[in-house]
């Protein structure tokens, strides 16, 4: 911080006070959005449409001399804002045009006074001179990010927090914006941004300036800049196309230090880049950007993580693993293009990225089936402690990637919901879920009201069912113990008042169709009253007998009413051809199968025989029934 700059503003500060006394409503954003994890990061009172970064950068000395030209909306009549900025020394600011009225630094805070405030829904440009030599950040679980410093140059990766250290922003995901970058530096280096490559202008004094654009909205975490000595190649994916429907680029930049052998390696796995890119968009939907590449640096320390930058994955090595290539490609759905409300949240990247490589690697790696890995986890009896952390109620920010209850569970969470309402119907979920929400933001509550939805018009779940998801989302996302709801148990006694319930073990499933209704009934007059439900069977089993049961105390087999019953038996059948038999305490047999079988939706009928001289009571006569799908041969 410039002491004498700052002075000099505080006394322009005081005479816009006193002018704003007269108009009264401008007032001062909001310095935090609020996030339950990171408070301290993000600022109310407007919404960044757009930032375009100049950014003059020797990698010799590790110093920069830059502008940030920041084109926001205003969300109030604001008569002052902040702005996410560590380090560096800011020279000047402009708002609209014209030198701010004032400006200040608290912690990680840029303040700008603006000398006239914008108004509520004018869009205004910010525009900060700053220079300096960028410092990492150490995040809360103590990992690094920012700008870190390498031999020669900068590797820039930003989540949750490092934006902050080389540019001011609005540093929360829920700020999404479009970005130009422009970077300069010695023409010997390359200077890495995110989206496509504009324009490459050689300035002819020895540096070259790299102009990079990012058309679709980005969180501030997933930008970067990262500059140093590369193996840099720009070509055209075979098969994978871009959100525009043109081939899909492949930037791809290699530290040029490694050695042959480390280069070799690395393009193995970089040679899938595009048949990844593929695999994925015909799983998910389009591909929700126009290019996508990995940059592979040598760092002086060990970063431990290897991070989604938008279109620009970050390997901190020369080990560029296909695996985490699948897993951070699939972030450009997940996380990227549908970013997190709040980072409490973070599961929905870190989730669908574990599910997401463990189907990929599965598929086109030779891995084990998600299926298996979630039975290995679930199963495996080491380190019990692991589940006392609920995958969407991460306890502090320092939680925010752990890898069993973010990574591990999240995936496991989803590959049960896979199970229970079906791959097509988990397939359609995923996609609904990037295309409702593209370039947008999502919640937890979200994800849930989707699944809910779809497996209700693609499954075919009712209410019983509709509430155990509810049990299940509880346990799995909220609950900081180990789920006892699995895709083998969820089936396992659903009781409905009227009509239903499913008891499965192993791999049965049934479905029941809507409550029998008899509609009224007659007094005097001797009637059979017939109604139909549907039962819907799925068994893998070697054999399998669907029956039907009144467990209850109160006269078993017929309906009563209040203290009253009828005198006869209420009776079942599989329509048309089976025979009618009476309902009881013992399970009546409907069904039977001696081979596995998929989807035979079986027609239910009861029938209530009355009498003439049946004494019959005013009122509902009705009775809960269960319904037994099982098997001798699981
Ligand atoms: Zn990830």
Do not use: C
Request: proline residues 7%; glycine residues 8%.
């Amino acid at each position: 911080m410039n002491r004498r700059f700052r002075a000099a503003l505080g006394g322009v500060l005081l005479s816009l006070v006193l002018t704003s006394v007269a108009s009264a409503a401008p007032t001062p954003g909001a310095r935090s959005l609020g996030d339950p994890l990171l408070p301290l990061l993000g600022n109310g009172g407007y919404d960044v449409q757009h930032y375009d970064l100049n950014i003059n950068y020797n990698p010799v000395t590790n110093a920069m001399t830059s502008i940030a030209t920041i084109t926001s909306k205003a969300t109030q009549d604001l008569s002052e804002f902040s702005l996410d900025f560590r380090g560096l020394n800011v020279t000047s600011v402009t708002v609209g045009g014209q030198p701010a009225a004032a400006v200040a630094r608290d912690a990680d805070k840029l303040i700008i006074t603006p000398a006239t405030a914008p108004l509520n829904s004018s869009t205004f440009t910010t525009v900060v001179a700053y220079n300096g030599v960028p410092v990492e950040v150490t995040d809360p679980d103590g990992t690094k990010e920012g700008w870190i410093r390498t031999s020669d140059g900068s590797f820039v990766v930003n989540e949750p927090m490092g934006a902050m250290s080389y540019y001011p922003n609005n540093n929360h995901p829920i700020d999404k914006a479009t970005y130009d970058m422009s970077i300069t530096v010695p023409s010997t280096h390359t200077a890495l941004g995110n989206g496509e490559l504009a324009s490459k202008v050689d300035n002819g004094n020895g540096t070259t300036t790299w102009n990079w654009h990012m058309g679709y909205p980005m969180a501030s975490y997933l930008s970067t800049t990262t500059v140093g000595v590369f193996d840099y190649t720009m070509t055209l994916g075979p098969t994978a196309k871009g959100f525009a429907g043109n081939p899909l680029e492949l930037h791809n930049a290699l530290e040029s230090t490694f050695t042959a052998a480390q280069k070799a390696s690395a393009n193995t796995s970089i040679a899938r880049e595009d048949a990844i890119t593929k695999f994925l968009s015909d799983v998910y939907g389009p591909y929700p950007f126009d290019s996508v590449g990995v940059v592979a640096d040598r760092l002086p320390a060990s970063l431990g993580y290897v991070l989604e930058v938008q279109t620009k994955i970050h390997f901190p090595s020369s080990s560029v693993s296909v695996n985490t290539l699948a897993h951070e490609i699939t972030h450009q759905w997940f996380g990227n293009s549908v970013s997190l409300k709040s980072w409490s949240d973070i599961w929905l990247n870190e989730g669908w990225a574990t599910w997401s490589q463990w189907n990929w690697t599965n598929k086109q790696n030779n891995g084990i089936t998600p299926a298996q890995q979630f039975l290995n986890n679930y199963n495996s009896t080491s380190n019990p402690t692991r589940w006392n952390v609920a995958t969407a109620v991460v306890p502090t920010a320092a939680d925010i990637f752990d890898t069993f209850p973010v990574y591990t569970r999240g995936a496991m969470t989803l590959e049960a919901l896979r199970q229970i309402i079906g791959d097509g119907a988990f397939m359609e979920l995923a996609r609904t879920w990037v295309t409702e929400h593209r370039f947008g933001n999502a919640t937890t509550a979200d994800f849930i009201a989707l699944a809910k939805r779809i497996a209700r018009d693609r499954s075919g779940f009712e209410a019983s069912n509709l509430a155990k998801l509810d049990t299940f989302f509880q346990q799995w996302l909220y609950t900081p113990a180990k789920p006892t709801m699995t895709p083998t148990t969820f089936f396992q006694r659903t009781d409905v008042p009227g009509s239903v319930d499913g008891t499965v073990p192993g791999t049965l499933a049934l479905t029941i169709g809507p409550p029998v209704k008899f509609g009224a009934f007659t007094p005097g007059v001797a009637r059979d009253y017939t109604a139909t439900t549907t039962a819907n069977v799925v068994s893998t089993a070697g054999d399998a007998a669907l029956t039907v049961t009144d467990p209850s105390t109160t006269a078993p087999g017929r309906l009563v009413n209040g203290t009253y019953s009828l005198p006869q038996a209420l009776q079942a059948r599989i329509s048309p051809s089976g025979v009618f038999g009476a309902l009881s305490g013992t399970p009546l047999a409907l069904q039977s199968y001696t081979a596995p079988i998929s989807n035979d939706l079986l027609t239910v009928e009861f029938k209530q025989p009355i009498a003439a001289t049946d004494p019959l009571r005013t009122g509902d006569y009705a009775k809960t029934v269960v319904f037994t799908l099982s098997t001798t041969s699981p």
